[in-house]
C-alpha cells in the first residue's frame, strides 16, 4: 500500500487521529522546507483546525473520505479561497481567488488537509522552478541541482516527505518531469478526466492536474478523489470515474509495451537509457509483449507544442493588464502606458520571451505559416499515436534525455531548457494519460524516471502496468537524506 492510504485508513479507524497526523507533518515542514524552499505558503492554524474538524466528525460517528487526515500542499496556480494564489508572479502577488478550483473542492470533500500551497515556475513556464517571484525550488536529492518544473515545488514537497502526496499541472510534462529528477510518482491524466476549473490557464488546449505521490497506489487513490465531470470546464470528459484502485490488480500477463527505438537514439544518456531498458526487460520478465512501434513524426513535436502553447499563453495572459486585478503600476501616464508598464514590470522574462512570441505566430500574415501549420502537425502525431495503440497497450519511453541538471546551467539558453520536454509532450499534444515512475539512479546518486504513456481515458490499464512495475522494484521507497532530518 502507500501512505496516503495507510494514513486515511488509520484515521478513518480511529488508529491515529488527523490532528498528530498533522502535527507530525508541519514538523517535517518546519525542519525541511527552508533547505529546498519547496512551498510558497502554509498556515499551521487553518491546517490545524481542519484536522481537528475531520477529527470531531469521526467522533460523531460519520463516516470519513477516502483522503481522512491526509495532509496535501497544492500547486501555486489552482485557485483556493482560503489562500493567494500568486502563479509565482510578481502580477498576481497578492491575489486572492473569491472560488476553490474543483479539485480543491474535491481534495476538501475526501476529507483531505491542504495544508499550503507549492511553488512553480511563474505561470507554469519552465522546467527547473527557476523562474519564480518566491525563489528558485531545489532538488532535494542534491541541492545543487534543480527539481525540474514547472511542478517543481510538489514534486519536493513530496519527495522530501514533508507531505503525502500533492497535486501539480502538467502542459508539456510539468508533472513527470519533477516527478523523474525528484524521484517520485507522477500522473498526469488525460486530457478532460481532471476538470481544469480553478487552474490558472497557460495553454488550455494541453492544461492538465494531476496528483504526485511516493507509490502508483497513492496516486491512483488521488486521481480517484479529483477526477470527474464539472459542467464548469467544457472540456471534462462527461463519464464515470473508475475505481482506479481496484484496477491496479488487474493482471497484466499478455499486455503490450510499444517501444519506439527513435525514442533511445542521440542525447539521452547512457545512465538514463540503461535504466530504462531494464526497466523494459523487467516488464517483458512479469509477462508483458514487448513490440516496436513507430512515431515518425516524433521529431516536430517539440517545435509544435511549444508554438501552439506560446500562442495559447498569449490569449490567455492578455487578461492580466493591470486594470481588473493583478498588479497595476504606479502612475502612469495613460491608459496604453498603464497596460504596457503594468505588464512590463509584472511579468518574468520567460513569460514575456513566451507571450511575445505566441503573439507572432498569431499575428496577421503569420498565423498560417505558425500556428496553423502546429495544429496540422499535432494531428498527425496523434494519428501516429492511435495507429500504435492498435499494436499496444502502453508505451514506454524515458522522461527526460538526462538526470537532473545543475542550478542555473539552462537559464540563459531556453532552448536547451525546452529540449528537457522532448519525451513528455507527446501527451499533452495527444491528450494522452501518462505516468513517470523511479527506475534508478544515474552514477552522481540522482533519480532516474521513466514513463509509461496510455490511451485517452486509459487510466486503468496505465496505473495497473505501473503497479506491476513498482511491486518489482524498490526506487520508490528511497528517500534523499534531506526526509530524515
Known amino acids: 500500500m502507500g501512505e496516503v492510504i495507510d494514513t486515511a485508513a488509520l484515521v478513518r479507524s480511529g488508529s491515529s487521529s488527523a490532528a498528530d497526523v498533522m502535527d507530525a507533518c508541519l514538523k517535517r515542514i518546519n525542519s525541511r522546507d527552508k533547505a529546498v524552499n519547496a512551498l510558497v505558503s502554509y498556515d499551521e492554524d487553518r491546517a490545524r483546525a481542519d484536522a481537528a474538524r475531520i477529527d470531531k466528525k469521526r467522533a460523531d460517528g460519520q463516516t470519513l473520505g477516502k483522503l481522512a487526515g491526509v495532509p496535501v500542499v497544492v500547486k501555486d496556480n489552482i485557485c483556493t479561497e482560503f489562500s493567494r494564489t500568486t502563479c509565482g508572479s510578481k502580477i498576481l502577488e497578492s491575489y486572492v481567488s473569491q472560488f476553490n ?229 504606479a502612475e502612469p501616464r495613460d491608459l496604453a502606458d498603464m497596460y504596457a508598464t503594468s505588464r512590463g514590470e509584472g511579468f518574468g522574462a520567460e513569460v514575456k520571451r513566451r507571450i511575445m512570441m505566441g503573439t507572432y505566430a498569431l499575428s496577421s500574415g503569420y498565423y498560417d505559416a505558425y500556428y496553423l501549420k502546429a495544429l496540422k502537425v499535432r494531428r498527425l502525431i496523434k494519428v501516429d499515436f492511435d495507429a500504435a495503440y492498435q499494436r499496444c497497450d502502453v508505451i514506454a519511453l524515458p522522461v527526460a534525455p538526462t538526470t537532473a541538471f545543475a542550478v542555473g546551467e539552462k537559464v540563459e539558453d531556453p532552448l536547451a531548457m525546452y529540449l528537457s520536454d522532448m519525451y513528455t509532450v507527446f501527451a499533452n499534444l495527444a491528450g494522452l494519460c501518462a505516468i513517470s515512475l523511479p527506475c534508478g539512479f544515474d552514477g552522481s546518486g540522482l533519480p532516474i524516471g521513466w514513463q509509461l504513456m496510455g490511451q485517452p481515458l486509459g487510466e486503468s490499464t496505465l496505473l495497473s502496468m505501473a503497479h506491476h512495475y513498482q511491486s518489482m522494484t524498490d526506487y520508490h521507497l528511497q528517500a534523499p537524506e534531506l526526509a530524515t532530518k
Open 101 to 329: 478550483a474543483f479539485v480543491v473542492d474535491q481534495l476538501i470533500d475526501a476529507d483531505a488537509v491542504i495544508v499550503g500551497k507549492a511553488n512553480l515556475d511563474e505561470f507554469a513556464m519552465g522546467s527547473s522552478t527557476e523562474f519564480s517571484l518566491h525563489g528558485g525550488t531545489l532538488n532535494p536529492w542534491d541541492t545543487q541541482r534543480v527539481p525540474g518544473g514547472s511542478s517543481g515545488g510538489p514534486a519536493v514537497a513530496v519527495a522530501s516527505r514533508m507531505v503525502s502526496a500533492s497535486l501539480g499541472s502538467d502542459t508539456g510534462g510539468s508533472i513527470r518531469q519533477p516527478a523523474s529528477f525528484c524521484g517520485v510518482v507522477g500522473l498526469k491524466p488525460s486530457y478532460g478526466r481532471v476538470s481544469r476549473y480553478g487552474l490558472v490557464a497557460y495553454g488550455s488546449s494541453l492544461d492538465q492536474i494531476g496528483p504526485f505521490a511516493t507509490s502508483v497506489d497513492d496516486a491512483a487513490l488521488m486521481l480517484e478523489v479529483i477526477a470527474g465531470h464539472d459542467d464548469r470546464d467544457s472540456t471534462s470528459v462527461n463519464e464515470d470515474v473508475p475505481v482506479y484502485t481496484d484496477a491496479l490488480h488487474q493482471p497484466i500477463d499478455g499486455k503490450r509495451v510499444g517501444v519506439c527505438d527513435a525514442c533511445f537514439a542521440e542525447g539521452l544518456s547512457d545512465d538514463v537509457r540503461l535504466s530504462v531498458e531494464s526497466s523494459i526487460e523487467k516488464m517483458r520478465d512479469a509477462g508483458c509483449e514487448i513490440v516496436p512501434i513507430a512515431l515518425p513524426h516524433m521529431k516536430y513535436a517539440i517545435a509544435s507544442y511549444y508554438m501552439i502553447a506560446m500562442a495559447e499563453a498569449s490569449s490567455n495572459l492578455a487578461r492580466f493588464d493591470g486594470v481588473h486585478y493583478g498588479y497595476r503600476a
